[in-house]
Structures are given as structure tokens and as C-alpha cells.
């Protein structure tokens, strides 16, 4: 069955880094488009960014552009978000998420997500 | 830019009621929208896609009509595990994937 774990989040001071990661597991993960997905507490949902299945492209939010990296490890199943200059409005569960369908370019939907990691930026 | 509005707010109902959920698009999406399903503590849940596919596994009592602009999500008759925040989606190509601002199912 499918299966997506985040990992790597935590409180940390503004300004500073974090890098989450997402286990993937259950699929042809080198089949799939992966997304973040974001929800600050008590509010709606915010989708981060996108990588395509084939690496080719990445597409940020404006809300993070500039401070996030996505990336993927293949040969491990796993993606990543490295978040660089945090900041108090990025406090929120981070999700990863999987395209609807593979060889998406690119997906419009999410169909597996992760049960989510807590960032907690704050001084 | 193109923003989705969901209403009402919120929707107090019974179980085995009707439930009926609606998303406008500020313009024109085709049928290019999804609608997601999210219960306290959990992560959302692909309901219904391209306005009126059911995703794999999801329930006949859910259903979703629409196209353009307006969009609607149904439950014919709400089980006690329906009660929870329901979101509608789309993506478009430049400014990425936006959600509504949710529903909230409750009891009534």
C-alpha cells in the first residue's frame, strides 16, 4: 500500500534552516510528481511546491520562493524540503503529497499524503 | 488569479441528511477541480476529481457536479464519519495548485 512519512520537523528560531524529509514507499516513486503542502494551525490548506516525476521542473509558491529548495532521492524513495531563511509565518504542518496518476506534467491533483510534520518557527 | 470560494462557512446538519457544498471559481476552470475530505488530526483525503470522478475507494454517497465556475459536492445522507472539513482544488498554469477556504460539516 501506499505509505508517505515526513520526518524533520521541529521548533526552530527565525532565520534558520530546517530540511524535512518524506519516505516514500508502496509505489514507483520515480513514476510520480511529489508535492508540499502546507496548513498553518487552525487554517486551510497551502500547497508549497511541486517537483515532476522526472526532475525536469520545480514550481514554488511566491509565499516561499527564493528560501525553499525541493529535491529527491530516487535510489532512497525519498523527498525532500530544505527551508532556508524560516520565518514566523511558515509555523504549520508540512504535508508531502503524490500526483494523481503517474507521468503527470503536471499533476493537478493530490491523491496520497503523508500524515504530516510541525514546524514551529518562533523566537 | 484565480481563487476559489467555498460556502457556507459552515453547515450544520443530521446524519442521514443531505449535505450540499459549493465552490465558485473566480473564472473559468473547466471541470479541473477536486474536492478533499479532512477529519481533526488527520491529513486530507482525496474525495472527487475532474469535478465528478470518484477516487478509488471513496463511497457512492459522495458526489460532484459542476463545471466553469460553479462546483458542488454532495452526500446524499450524511454518516457519522462525514462530519468533518471538506476543501475543493484546482491548479492552474501560473500560479500553481489553490485551495478554498473550507467547509466545515458539523452536527447538528
Known amino acids: 500500500q501506499v505509505q508517505l512519512v515526513e520526518s524533520g520537523g521541529g521548533v526552530v528560531q527565525p532565520g534558520r534552516s530546517l530540511r524535512l524529509s518524506c519516505a516514500a514507499s508502496?509505489?514507483?516513486?520515480?513514476?510520480?510528481?511529489m508535492h508540499w503542502v502546507r496548513q498553518a494551525p487552525g487554517k486551510g490548506l497551502e500547497w508549497v511546491a511541486v517537483?515532476?516525476?522526472?526532475?525536469?521542473?520545480?514550481y514554488y509558491a511566491d509565499s516561499v520562493k527564493g528560501r525553499f529548495t525541493i529535491s529527491r532521492d530516487t535510489s532512497k524513495n525519498t523527498l525532500f524540503l530544505q527551508m532556508n531563511s524560516l520565518r514566523v509565518e511558515d509555523t504549520a504542518i508540512y504535508y508531502c503529497a503524490r500526483d494523481l496518476g503517474p507521468y503527470q506534467l503536471p499533476g493537478d491533483y493530490f491523491d496520497y499524503w503523508g500524515q504530516g510534520t510541525l514546524v514551529t518557527v518562533s523566537s | 488569479e484565480i481563487v476559489l470560494t467555498q460556502s457556507p462557512a459552515t453547515l450544520s446538519l443530521s446524519p442521514g441528511e443531505r449535505a450540499t457544498l459549493s465552490c465558485r471559481a473566480s473564472?473559468?476552470?473547466?471541470?479541473?477541480l477536486a474536492w478533499y475530505q479532512q477529519k481533526p488530526g488527520q491529513a486530507p483525503r482525496l474525495l472527487i476529481y475532474?469535478?465528478?470522478k470518484r477516487a478509488t475507494g471513496i463511497p457512492a454517497r459522495f458526489s460532484g457536479s459542476g463545471s466553469g465556475t460553479d462546483f458542488t459536492l454532495t452526500i446524499s445522507s450524511l454518516e457519522p464519519e462525514d462530519f468533518a472539513v471538506y476543501y475543493c482544488?484546482?491548479?492552474?498554469?501560473?500560479?500553481?495548485?489553490?485551495f478554498g477556504q473550507g467547509t466545515k460539516v458539523e452536527i447538528k
Open positions: 475532474d469535478a465528478s
Open positions: 517537483i515532476w516525476y522526472d526532475e525536469s521542473n520545480k
Open positions: 508502496g509505489f514507483t516513486f520515480s513514476n510520480y510528481g
Open positions: 482544488q484546482q491548479r492552474s498554469d501560473w500560479q500553481g495548485w489553490t
Open positions: 473564472q473559468s476552470i473547466s471541470n479541473s
